[in-house]
């Protein structure tokens, strides 16, 4: 009787370790595993936001759902990351919004220069232009996770810049269709260059004047060539985040909540996360010994009136939704004041 039941045990132990690893196999073939493209290196705050925000979603899914960043352009470049997620070459993505202007105008709203004059103003316009940018997305296939802004773009120089007039015949930076204007109304060489090649386009000399955040600066070192740095807030783009809509949606629908809850909160850890990184990286550039300074008053005219000149330009582009946008932001910034 001893060794029956002994041998009785045995067999239970070992159909119940069979069903456990049957257990551990199913839920392994149901994992998912989502690649996410990003542009910009794995040090950059964007990137350790969408990292912080891909372990999240592995822990709270228990390993059912996976997200592998792939930084640096290394799945997709910048430039083929909206598609490429769209046509399913990759599954999510980050892009710069402004940069999809040439689809439709409103991805460009924050960047028309100095709409916003701060945070609270960026997140305001985000409030009122959000629901519009999930539905373009929407209609491109793709399902919009999170937004996060970049610190206000500042202006970069190798040579003094006292009036915008003096960008003449300097080679402009370029990522998105605002800078592009810049630098044919000032007689500027428009130079595209993706987040990933500024660094070495910087050493290169192949620009020698760019508007981009303190963060960008540091990463690309550039104060070893672009020594003068003005505080012209010209505005605050986003990035946002993004997945191939119908991959999301053969998610469990808990799991699909689960990712959307995660976006939530990753959202407002990366607008922290860009104040935070926006003061500490401004002072550290002055630290290597570039020279931050406040745009005089000749300057400060100039980009008061480039601002005006583009936003009505932006408004002749835009549609009825697009102007109410404005509109929308406006009154709610009003009331906040």
Known sequence: MTRGRSMSGRRFFCVLAASALSLVSAAQARAETFR?????????????????????????????????????????????????VRDGKADAGEVMLSTLAPRDPLFGVDSIPFVVSGYNDARLLW?????????????????LLYAVPWPPQNLYAETPIARLSDLKGHRLRTYNAAQKRIAELYGAQAVQVEAADLGAAIGAGRIDTMLTSPSTGLE???GQRLTYYYKVNAWIPKNAVFVNAARFARL?????QTVLKLAQDYEARGWESSRQTYEHDEAEL??????VLNPDVSLQGDMRRLGERLTREWLHTAGTEEVDIL??????????K
């Open 220 to 222: 690309t070192r550039a």
């Open 36 to 84: 996410v493209a990003t542009p910009y290196p794995a040090a950059n705050f964007h990137t350790q936001n969408l990292q912080a925000f891909a372990s999240a979603v592995g822990a709270a899914t228990h390993g059912g759902l996976t997200f592998e960043v792939y930084p640096n352009g290394s799945l997709l470049k910048a430039a083929s990351i909206f598609d490429g």
């Open 286 to 291: 002055a630290r290597t010994g570039v020279r």
């Open 127 to 143: 409030d009122a232009s959000r629901s519009r940018v999930e539905a373009l997305m929407k209609a491109n296939g793709l399902r």
């Open 327 to 336: 509109l929308s932001f406006e009154n709610k910034r009003s009331k906040v």
């Open 252 to 256: 469990a629908p808990a799991m699909q």
